[in-house]
């Protein structure tokens, strides 16, 4: 039987990685399309619609908490080698995106480029604790 005062405690986590040298205006959207993907892909991370006392209803959120950390652009592609390697679902931003207006052109952009030289800004993960916390070894909490 649930208990309702104990604390959720989650076996994975979701985590936001952002370059250490974005304006304010490009982390916060970074994020944002970072974390459409997993929301899109992995729909046990979805929770239910939400309803105020009124009934109103609201979109559904994540059941658990983002957490966002930043990292210089080196760490950038050591933390993108380190969740591929451990097959980790995870989205990426890269630079050239900032340029882009639309998905298409988004993904072509991508394409464009080889995997080692994708100069990226942005990645979210999504997997066990353990291993988002080894992949982003070397990074810091945003402040």
């Given at each position: ?60 959120m994540f059941r658990q908490p983002v957490l966002v950390f930043e990292g210089a652009k ?6 993108h080698q380190r969740a591929l390697g451990r097959g980790i679902v995870h989205s990426i ?51």
């Amino acid at each position: 039987m649930d208990n309702d005062a104990e604390p959720v405690r989650f076996d994975t986590k979701i985590a936001v990685l952002l370059r250490d040298d974005l304006a304010s205006w490009q982390r916060l959207n970074v994020t944002a399309f970072l974390v459409s993907g997993i929301a899109a892909t992995q729909p046990e991370v979805v929770g239910e619609p939400y309803e105020d006392a009124d009934g109103t209803q609201y979109l559904p959120m994540f059941r658990q908490p983002v957490l966002v950390f930043e990292g210089a652009k080196e760490f950038m592609t050591v933390a993108h080698q380190r969740a591929l390697g451990r097959g980790i679902v995870h989205s990426i931003f890269t630079q050239d995106l900032f340029a882009t207006g639309n998905d298409r052109d988004n993904r072509a952009a991508v394409r464009a480029v080889q995997q080692s030289q994708l100069d990226l800004v942005g990645l979210a993960l999504h997997g066990p604790k353990n291993a988002v916390d080894k992949i982003l070894k070397g990074s810091r909490m945003h402040p």
